[in-house]
């Protein structure tokens, strides 16, 4: 009975249990998009998103960080595009006596949206990593959960506890 008990759990110590998860890794790429890739293998954000449908608090935080991540973007690209239109309103309009004050103005906004935007993006940028480092770190601990196993040492052969 000692010996059967030792070898189902010899047995046990080599068989996995529950499903295995991939770890996600993030980083940017030259135009400051986000890429995701799982290994060496590159998947798209709605993957992402699917992956971590096990832990619904990362993938809440994963959505929102992705839309402040657009956000930050379109603002920082509307901070560029402001000032043009107001310069070209007054190329457009030079003739006129007070057409300086639209690209003064314009200027101002642009001034105020390319820190808001910068803001929202790196605030997106922050949840999106540390929702994908809560999701690694829990697939790591899931990936390696308490086991039995059998091992020999110097005293003889005996069971190991892992917790």
């Known amino acids: 009975m000692k010996a059967l008990f030792l070898l189902v759990t010899f047995l046990m110590s080599f068989q996995s249990f529950g499903q295995v998860l991939k770890e996600i890794r993030f980083k940017d790429n030259f135009f400051n998009n986000p890429v995701f890739s799982i290994g060496k293998e590159k998947v798209s954000r709605p993957t992402v998103y699917q992956l971590m449908k096990d832990f619904p608090l990362e993938q809440k935080d994963f959505d929102e960080g992705m839309t402040q991540m657009r956000i930050g973007t379109t603002l920082k690209l509307v901070s560029f595009v402001v000032p043009t239109i107001g310069l070209g309103y007054y190329l457009g309009n030079i003739d006129e006596p007070n057409s300086w004050k639209v690209p003064l103005v314009t200027s101002f906004m642009g001034l105020i949206l390319a820190p808001v935007g910068q803001a929202f993006r790196r605030k997106g ?7 994908i480092y809560r999701y690694n770190y829990q697939v ?5 959960p308490s086991e039995v196993s059998f091992s020999f040492s110097p005293s003889g052969p005996g069971i190991i506890l892992n917790f």
Do not use: P, Q
């Not at 940028?125 to 929702?131: E, L, T």
């Not at 790591?140 to 390696?144: G, K």
């Open 140 to 144: 790591t601990n899931r990936a390696n």
């Open 125 to 131: 940028y922050n949840r999106v990593n540390n929702s």
